[in-house]
């Protein structure tokens, strides 16, 4: 179930709540267990979803879910304030340091990142034009919620809160959160450790990097902890600053942290607290592929960041797999003649494979499902091979590869000068010497290269 909170307190929040109650089909019950001002008198419910008004701002409420009947994700439909024009917004509460926007300090919420990445998606999908969608780094109040929350908001200024596009957009974006769950699910029973959650840790208040990577994978961000929430945590390494590092993965149900630009202080201070400091390169190489999986192929080849790529076969793949090596000349030729077909080869039948200047270029190990497999890998690799040379065959367990080449020997026998003459004819053209004319094939010869494929 999905509660939905309204702030009396907040025009943008009553809009958005009439817009609510306008689009969807509501029954309209009495709750006198509680105040009116608390989220008691009128609830409204419809399929999925429940909604509630409070008289107090958002920021400063004490468990509101607890209003609420069993919801599984709480939305605080709200009004986002800045000087970032029209601007759809989501994300998480709480206070990484001083709570000047309540909440308690160096605390957060539970977040919830796969119903934020949910409703970022669709955000998109209903924003009325001219305005952009984004999420913001965790801030204000409140921290303890008593339910897996967001804020979802309009922003950004008089407006934009009385435009009833925009509210009725962000109306719609909520309803099709109901159903959504708050988490994603864990996978290869590795609980937490195996969920695509997130920490964000620097950049901006806004977090285009996160946001790209939640828009362009199938990752999902919970807390994130911008540059200025960092500064005003202070000593990174103190009691209070590890305590809420360690609460923003535990709230996040996160397991690994994206760190945003290069600050190996703060990446061993989020090590510290009990998370892995990731690359955008390691998200997006695993964007489809079994958590469980990368781990198991990590530790048997070598790590993303050490120029492991996973191939396309690997989305969606769990079983076994054997590693093997490729015939170095042949990698080398093949990469020679055509880098970036060598590359789709590998990424094409391959589970993983290495690679090198800046995962460019592949090379050794390959990851296979089965040690037969290398056989397609070969034919394929053949085909590049046949962009250089006249004849590529497969003779037992080598590839034969043989052209027809210029030789120096026979062109200086026949009394051919070094220098242009010799030039043309490497290129497949004619010259004359002493009144005759010599033909290119008077001074081939047929070469060939053999590759052990073991």
Known sequence: MLGILISRADDASTHIGEHLLDIADWSEQTDDSRPDAAGGGTVYRTEGAELREFEELHLYLDRPADAFDDIDVLVFASKHAGETGQLLT???????????????????????PNTHAHVLDALETHAPAGYDVGMEGTHHGPTDVGAPSMFVEVGSSQS???????????????LDCRGVPADCDPENGGGDVHRRHLLGIGGGHYAPRFERVVKETD?????????WGLDAMGDLDSAASQTVLSAAFQESRAAYALVDGDRPDVAAAVERAGGRV??????????????????????????????????ATATGYDGEFTVVG????????????????????????????GTDQGGTRPTNPVVLADETDKEGVFDELATVLDQRYDSVEREGEELVAR???FSA????????????????????????VDGETIPPSAVSEQRERRFRLE
């Open 326 to 353: 490729l015939p170095t000349g042949l990698l080398d030729e093949t990469r020679g003649i055509d880098r970036e077909a060598t590359y789709g080869i590998l990424d094409e039948r391959a589970l993983a494979f």
């Open 403 to 405: 052209e027809q080449a």
């Open 90 to 112: 989501a994300h998480h509460t709480g206070n990484f340091g001083p709570a000047d926007h309540g909440g308690e300090d160096n605390a957060v919420a539970h977040a919830c």
């Open 219 to 227: 990752w999902a961000v919970g807390h994130i902890a911008a540059d």
């Open 160 to 174: 934009e809160w009385d435009d009833p596009a925009a509210a009725r957009a962000t109306a719609r974006a909520i």
């Open 278 to 311: 990731v690359s955008e390169t390691w998200v997006r190489e695993t964007d489809g592929v079994p958590l469980g999986f990368v781990d198991r192929v990590e530790s048997a080849v070598a790590t993303v960041d050490d120029g492991l790529r996973f191939g």
């Open 409 to 432: 020997e026979k062109a200086r026998t026949l009394g051919i000068p070094e220098g242009p003459k010799f030039g043309k004819l490497s290129s497949g053209h004619p010259v004359e």
